[in-house]
């Protein structure tokens, strides 16, 4: 469960294009409405609240709390063969829940609302992938 996870270069869209930017700067980006103050997962052009178009950028903390996970046997495309991986849905501290991997992580120990924090996966195209780890707390164990 351990082992190195597939890492291909996303399609970039060009209303991601400033999230991709980030991530290869090991900086995790959102988007939020000027208008009504919604934070905006995934990147888009129009606020998926009000319909405004006023959408700004800005840096997310990276952490988050395990919203839901399943552990996948049969992956696809890059994924295929590589054995059991993490698929979760992680809230965001912002509060929008972004589809991801769980890495660097014991599976057995991986609860609900497990504390993890942002890893980012360089896909050597200036662009990085992320995924989030859990972050150890004195209560753990
Ligand atoms: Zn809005």
């Known amino acids: 469960m351990t082992g190195e996870l597939p890492r291909p270069e996303p399609v970039v869209s060009p209303e991601a294009r400033r999230f991709w930017e980030a991530t290869g700067e090991q900086r995790l980006r959102l988007q939020r409405c000027s208008e009504c103050a919604a934070v905006v997962w995934y990147p888009r ?8 178009s006023n959408l700004d950028w800005f840096e997310a903390s ?15 495309g ?27 992580c014991d599976s057995e120990k991986l609860r609900i609302g497990q504390l993890v924090e942002v890893r980012f996966a360089d896909t050597g195209t200036g662009t990085a992938l992320v995924r989030f780890t859990p972050v150890e707390t004195v209560a753990d164990g």
């Open 45 to 52: 052009g129009i606020c998926p609240d009000c319909s405004s």
């Open 62 to 76: 990276g952490r988050g709390l395990v919203y839901s996970f399943t552990i996948n046997h049969r992956g696809t």
């Open 78 to 104: 890059p994924y295929e063969g590589i054995g059991p991986y993490i698929l979760a849905y992680v809230e965001l501290e912002e509060g929008p829940r972004m589809l991801t991997n769980i890495v660097d």
